[in-house]
């Protein structure tokens, strides 16, 4: 019972300090956070889009939350290290926000949704699924549903470890609109499965 219960409380803990991360790191252009917890130290691996807003002027930002991790989740001897976003389009947090910010703009989610799928796939994801849920409509309509899938995103099994996802929400004036993102990255190997090449729909090409 003292075995479950530690895991139950680094899980917890993890997700703590990843949401205590996002939100410290969203100028920065936060995308995930990796831990690795060793018997010396905590490594703990952040993805940003401006890695030199995590740093600071001679390390000063990066040790000041260096130590406020260090207090605020009693992690011993956190060490973070900065990794800087090879391709946004491949991140889903960083996609399910634009998706989030053009709604609250007020653009048709239909068209931006699959306009979205068409870029992610042309950068090299094996697989996209985005499914927007709520107000989607002017103000007095009913809530609905949008999801759109292209390629291969499997849905049970381990092998749903290697799809990344990212949930938001967005606040256009007529009401919260949930956003999901699973994006599955290139060069992602799923054991047991031969994968084809993936043909986008031409629906979506041509959005």
């Given amino acids: 019972m003292a075995i479950t219960q ?27 956070v990796e831990i690795q ?8 691996t952040v993805y940003v889009l401006f890695p030199g807003r995590v740093i600071g002027r001679a390390g000063s930002t990066i040790n000041d ?9 009693a992690v011993e001897n956190p060490q973070i290290n900065v990794m800087e976003v090879e391709n946004k389009m491949l991140e889903p947090l960083l ?40 107000k989607l409509a002017a103000k007095g309509a009913r809530a609905k549903s949008i999801r759109k899938v292209v390629g291969y995103i499997p849905k049970v099994g381990n092998v749903v470890k290697l799809v990344n996802e990212a949930h938001v929400s967005a606040y256009p004036k007529y009401g919260a609109i949930g956003i999901k993102v699973r994006i599955v990255p ?14 986008i729909p ?6």
């Fill in 65 to 73: 939350l260096t130590e406020a991790v260090k207090k605020k989740f």
């Fill in 37 to 44: 917890k060793t018997p010396v130290l905590t490594r703990i």
């Fill in 202 to 207: 031409r629906y979506i090409l041509t959005s």
């Fill in 95 to 134: 996609v399910a926000k634009s998706i989030a910010e053009r709604l609250e703009r007020g653009i048709n989610p239909r068209r931006l949704i699959q306009s979205t799928l068409k870029e992610i796939m042309q950068n090299g994801a094996l697989g996209v699924e985005i499914v927007a849920s709520g």
């Fill in 6 to 32: 530690k895991f139950i409380d680094d899980a917890i803990v993890k997700l703590s300090l990843a949401r205590f991360l996002e939100h410290e790191l969203s100028r920065a252009g936060f995308s995930r």
């Fill in 186 to 199: 290139p060069g992602t190997v799923f054991p047991g499965v031969e994968m084809k090449k993936i043909d």
